[in-house]
């Protein structure tokens, strides 16, 4: 069984930064797609970045301002958040899928921003 464990979240002030890692319980190299999806309260979970293959997407809200990255050495997948907003506000998700196909979620870390 897949375990995903997300960490680094947190409060911040608006401008601020975090470094969100999610760690995987088996090796990183297994997961053909991941990505970072996000929730706030009452909405749809949106996708925030993903990875396939090397080559990463971000969605247009973030662009410029967040960095995904793989790290095999310790089979982890961070999240790099600059010049945070409170629409950045919600839990924060890891995703990753297996062939099978075989998806795996974490169970979230909160993020908040204040103005």
């Known amino acids: 069984q897949v375990e995903l464990v997300e960490s680094g979240g947190g409060l911040v002030q608006s401008g601020g930064s975090l470094r969100l890692s999610c760690a995987a319980s088996?090796?990183?190299?297994?997961?053909?797609?991941m990505a970072w999806y996000r929730q706030a309260p009452g909405e749809q979970r949106e996708q925030v970045a993903s990875?396939?293959?090397?080559?990463?997407n971000y969605a247009d809200f973030v662009e410029g301002r967040f960095t995904i990255s793989r790290h095999s050495a310790n089979n982890t997948l961070s999240l790099e958040m600059t010049s945070l907003k409170p629409d950045d506000t919600g839990v924060y998700y890891c995703?990753?899928?297996?062939?099978?196909?075989?998806?795996?979620w974490g169970q979230g870390t909160q993020v908040t921003v204040s103005s």
């Open positions: 995703y990753a899928v297996q062939y099978g196909p075989r998806v795996h």
């Open positions: 990875w396939r293959s090397e080559a990463t």
């Open positions: 088996e090796s990183i190299s297994s997961f053909y797609f």
